[in-house]
Each structure stands twice: as C-alpha cells, then as structure tokens.
C-alpha cells in the first residue's frame, strides 16, 4: 500500500512522479466514492444497494438478510448512530482499504473498507476503534516519580517515568497488544500502561511508554509490511535509548509486552541480547488465525445463542482464518483475515513463541488473568506452563479475577467492560513485576 500526498513540480523527474501520482488519485477517488456510496447505503438503509456492491466471494458469505442484521444490531450493543468521519486511505496492489470512524453514542467503532480493482467491495470489517492519539497536555507529577517527554525513533511520543531518587534505576519498555494503541494502551476509560508506570516508579523501577506506530505514523505501514516496521525496529530503538539515559542502569533494562507484545516478547529478547529480561503480560501462544474466530465465537455467545447474522460473520472469519494456512507469499499486501497484509499473517504464522522461548536465556515472568476471553488460561497459559514450569528462569503466575489488561472484575470478562466500566491494573501485579524485577537483577 501507498499513501498520496500532494507534491510540487520542481524538475522532470518529480513531474513524471506527479502525472503518476494523479493517476493513483483518480483511481482512488473512484474507489473512494464507492466505499462512501457503500457505507452511506447502509446507513440509509439501502442494503440491496449495499449488497449489490460487495464482491461474489463476500456476497456468497453473507446474505442481503444478514448484513442488515449485522448493521441494525450495532445500536443495540454500542447505542444510537451518530454518524462517521472522513476515512483514512490506503492504496496496495490489489485494491484500496479505508478506514471511516462510526460514532455512536457509547463507543465509536472502526469500519475498514477493502475496494478492489474491480470496483467492488471484497471486505467489511468492524473492529472497536482505535484511540486517537493523545492531545498535549502536562505529564503527570507526583513526589515519588517524575516524567518527562521522550522521543522513540525521532517519531513516536511517549514518555520518561523515573522514581524519585538519582538511580541508577532499572526500567521497563512497555510493548503494545494489537492495532493501533497509545502510550498508556487506552481502552475505554482505562489506561494500564500508565497505572504501570506509575505503580512501577514509586518501587523504584523507571519505564518508558509511547505512541504505537500504526497510531502516529499509519503511513508508514503500507504494502507488505509485518511486525518488524509496526512493533519490533521501534522496541529496539526504545531499549537502546533508554540505556543511553543516566538514571538508568543499562544492564537492567526488561521489556514488557501485552497480548501482541507479550507473543513477540521472545523475539523481541532474540533480536535484543542485552535486555535483562522478559515480562510476559497475556501473552498469546498461539497464532491470530486460531484466536480471532475462538474471540468472536465467545462475544456472539453472551446473549446464549448465536443468530443468522453472527453466523455468517463466523462462516467469513472461519474461512479467512482457514486461508491462512496456504500463505507462501511473503511480499503479498492482499488484505487477508480481519483485512491485514497476508505478509503480516505470514510472518506471525511462521512465528512461534514458545520455541523461541526455549531458545532464550534470558529471565522471564509470565502473567496470565483468570478471566480473560481473548488470551485464555486453558488454550494459552496452559501451553507456556507445560513448556516452563520446570525451568528455573521462568516465573509464571494466574489471577484469577483479572481480565485481559489485568483489571479486576466478576465472571469472564465481556467487550461492554472495557468500553463501560473504569478501573485500574491490579496492585499485585505491579507488586509482582516489581518484586521479580529487583530478586532477578540486584
């Protein structure tokens, strides 16, 4: 994929490069004015119209029937429509994808929209949308800790948290789940980044925070691109930037990595042989194309049945999580399960943390909430504790009532929870991250 910016002609060359970049404008405003017509036919309840633009692959998967279940569901579990927002645009190969923001009264959800070089509509995908990025406002400040702005990688804000004191300290380097997530890994009203950061320095452990690439620079993550341009090059730069700070000890510089940044902690710790050790916080065991249909199997079975509607979601998602077993293509940008790259599914299919793991000589702590649905106890923690119970460098433990970014609650954690109920990360998990933190490397 490529992004379209406005260019000025200066020689032959750049007016070469310009007839070219009209060229891709005109096809993508086509393209665009049928992702608007699309979504404007479901909002004005038009889904013949809106049925009719979707590629036969897509039509065969889900009826005119269901989509308007689909749409006229959403009031129902986010509240009333209130309309969306201009899309961000994406160009690859194969088509275009944008991304219009759906507001709603009690969340706001992001529709990507797939438009192929045919003019039709070949995925449509709902996800909860991604925060937007953090506007200016003054760090927070306390007598036991300070924070200061902190630039990764000349690009990604995110900020410096150092315990009260002249160090050296050790520190934490905070590694995002996925999509599009900010410094303090919003969700809802909730921030755990910032409950750590802030736990972690008043027991003296210094961490490091920031804006998630695919959040500030989306621009950047276009053709085929895998988790090497989204998350690890950018973990690299913020490992080797915060050693280079005074306060802190540059032998005693852990990462710590949620759900996707748990999964690519073991690579992370390859990649980073100076690191002291890793945190893995509901880290995944298993691939995306065996979590996402188990996560959206459990969030249609709440209301105990599973309707037309979810069935075909189910039947897309089934046969797209199938299709990733067949990848071989490693340079393909093709939108493939949820509308990611097939070479970003391709480079985590081929991934495996746990051998890894194995492979690590390197201190790690995994942590595990009892009622998490999208990273469970039974499919996930069970599979790092028979590879790791034994050996003496992994520490695993379970809460029983946290869920996925470590909250405490009541029965399996829902989708409603993160978006309604505000709370913060557990103080016995800070108390554990900073316990193992200092028995490990003092």
């Not at 961000?88 to 194969?94: C, G, K, P, Y």
């Not at 996560?295 to 999580?321: C, K, M, N, V």
Request: charged letters at 20%; glycine letters at 8%.
């Amino acid at each position: 994929m490529t992004w379209i910016k406005q260019s000025t002609v200066r020689s032959a060359p750049v007016l070469l490069a310009l007839s070219a970049c009209l060229l891709i404008n005109v096809i993508q405003a086509q393209t665009a004015g049928i992702a608007q017509q699309f979504l404007e036919s479901l909002e004005e309840a038009r889904f013949d119209q809106a049925h009719a633009m979707l590629s036969s692959e897509v039509s065969d998967q889900i009826s005119r029937a269901q989509l308007e279940q689909i749409w006229l569901s959403l009031p129902g579990q986010v509240g009333a429509y209130q309309g969306h927002e201009a899309p961000q645009i994406s160009s690859s190969e194969t088509g275009d994808l944008f991304l219009f923001r759906l507001n709603f009264a009690n969340a706001a959800l992001d529709a990507r929209i797939n438009v192929n070089q045919n003019g039709q509509v070949d995925g449509f995908f709902l996800v909860p949308a991604a925060p937007g990025a953090p506007a200016e406002k003054a760090l927070a400040s306390s007598d036991r800790w300070v924070e200061s702005e902190f630039v990764v990688a000349d690009e990604l804000p995110g900020i410096l948290t150092l315990p009260e004191g002249t160090g050296p300290f050790p520190a934490v380097v905070l590694v995002h789940g996925s999509g599009p997530g900010d410094r303090d890994q919003t969700i809802g009203p909730n921030t755990p980044f910032r409950d750590l950061a802030h736990g972690l320095a008043e027991q003296g452990i210094a961490s490091l925070r920031y804006d998630k690439r695919s959040l500030v620079k989306p621009a950047d993550l276009t053709g085929a691109y895998t988790v090497e341009q989204e998350v690890l090059s950018d973990v690299r730069a913020a490992v080797e930037q915060v050693q280079e700070v005074n306060e802190i000890n540059p032998q005693r510089v852990v990462v710590a990595g949620l759900s996707l940044g748990g999964l690519l902690a073991p690579r992370i710790g390859l990649a980073n042989p100076e690191l002291a050790g890793l945190i893995l916080m509901a880290a995944p065991a298993r691939g995306l194309e065996a979590m996402v249909p188990q996560q959206l199997r459990y969030i249609f079975s709440l209301d105990g049945q599973i309707d037309q509607a979810e069935a075909a979601q189910l039947a897309q998602i089934d046969a797209q999580a199938a299709a990733v077993a067949e990848l071989s293509d490693p340079q393909s940008a093709a939108p493939g399960l949820l509308g990611v790259p097939e070479s970003y599914l391709l480079d985590l299919r081929n991934y495996d943390p746990i051998a890894t793991a194995r492979s690590l000589d390197l201190p790690m702590l995994i942590l595990q909430g009892g009622r998490d649905y999208q990273v469970t106890v039974e499919d996930d923690f069970a599979m790092w504790q028979r590879a790791f119970a034994e050996v003496g460098r992994v520490t695993l433990k379970r809460y029983d009532r946290l869920n996925h970014v470590f909250i405490s609650g009541k029965g399996m954690a829902t989708p409603a929870e993160y978006i309604n109920d505000v709370g913060h990360v557990d103080p016995e998990v800070i108390s554990d991250m900073a316990k193992w933190i200092h028995a490990s490397f003092n």
